[in-house]
């Protein structure tokens, strides 16, 4: 670490990344009765013209996506400590990531009307990129030598932001940490 002052210290960082996500989702779409009397779509406001309104009624379009990445790639970086005095400290650290990977994606549509497995829509994409990832961390930090210095404990909380960008996926939450060197 580098100190800037008895009461700041820096910690430049590099390393490696790697991030694995998979998410699926399955959205259903039923209920609904078409409009009674033969009423047109035009006697709607703001709805095209000549198109009978039906609904679905006790049919189901079932939405399904499946997505899949994998990527890994270098990590900078750098870890903040402002000391307070008697082993704790408030800590602030900032990294970034350009990870290259690999992502597929598959979506799918069914009507209960249809055939069991059968889809009207099914669209499959598999993409190589590269993705860059983007992390905070602000929290407090309680740390200690022991054993005459020869070995050191270290106990932190704090809130874990990450962001990847092209996908526009966010996670964050609070992290409890315990360190031990020897």
Known sequence: AFFVSQYLSFRPFWGVKTGWIKVTQTTRYTGGDPLEGGQKAN??????????????????????LND???????????????????????EGDVAAALLY??????????????????TFF????????????????????YDTNVNDDKQHFGVGFGYD????????????????????DF
């Open 122 to 141: 099914d669209v499959k994409d598999n993409v190589r990129l590269v993705t860059p990832v983007m992390e905070m961390k602000l929290g407090i930090r």
């Open 43 to 64: 006697q709607l406001p703001n709805v095209i013209e000549n198109i009978q309104v039906l609904g679905l009624q006790n049919n189901v379009v079932a939405t399904t």
């Open 68 to 90: 899949t990445y994998w990527g890994i790639g270098p990590r900078v970086g750098c870890d903040s400590k402002w000391h307070m005095g008697a082993g704790f400290s408030i």
């Open 101 to 118: 990977g690999f992502n597929k994606a598959r979506t799918k549509e069914a009507y209960s009307l249809y055939e069991p497995g059968e």
């Open 161 to 180: 932001t990450q962001y990847w960008f092209p996908d526009d996926i966010m996670l964050y939450g609070f992290t409890l940490d315990f360190r031990f």
